[in-house]
């Protein structure tokens, strides 16, 4: 399995960003998916999750109202549209591959993580 992130960048205070995830080497409609963030010097966090068709999401609090994940199952693709960033948005960005269809909020429920992209917000 691999999983490829991009869209991260520097913006400014109350932007919008649009990362994606492309995952291969899987049936990508059986698998939840979700993005983690670390941010320097923290742990990692969850951020949302989606279930393998697409029907079930979960949010951490942090982000509920401003960020909104989604899929495309014919693409393998994954997305999370941020809006309305903060300076405390600023992290490294991981999409993970979860272990069953049902979205999840912990990382032991996932399996296979990509290599991140960068988001940094400027306030």
């Known amino acids: 399995v691999q999983l490829q992130a991009s869209g991260g960048g520097l913006v400014q205070a109350g932007a919008s960003l649009r990362l994606s995830c492309a995952a291969s080497?899987?049936?990508?409609?059986?698998?939840?998916m979700g993005w983690f963030r670390q941010a320097p010097g923290k742990e990692r966090e969850f951020v949302a999750s989606?279930?393998?068709?697409?029907?079930?999401?979960k949010y951490a609090d942090s982000v509920k109202g401003r960020f909104t994940i989604s899929r495309d199952n014919a693409k393998n693709t994954v997305y999370l549209q941020m809006n309305s960033l903060e300076p405390e948005d600023t992290a490294v960005y991981y999409c993970?591959?979860?272990?069953?269809?049902?979205?999840?909020?912990?990382?032991?429920?996932?399996?296979?993580w990509g290599q991140g992209t960068l988001v940094t917000v400027s306030s």
């Open positions: 993970a591959r979860g272990r069953t269809p049902w979205p999840g909020n912990a990382r032991y429920e996932y399996d296979d």
């Open positions: 989606i279930g393998g068709s697409g029907t079930t999401t």
């Open positions: 080497g899987l049936t990508f409609s059986r698998y939840a």
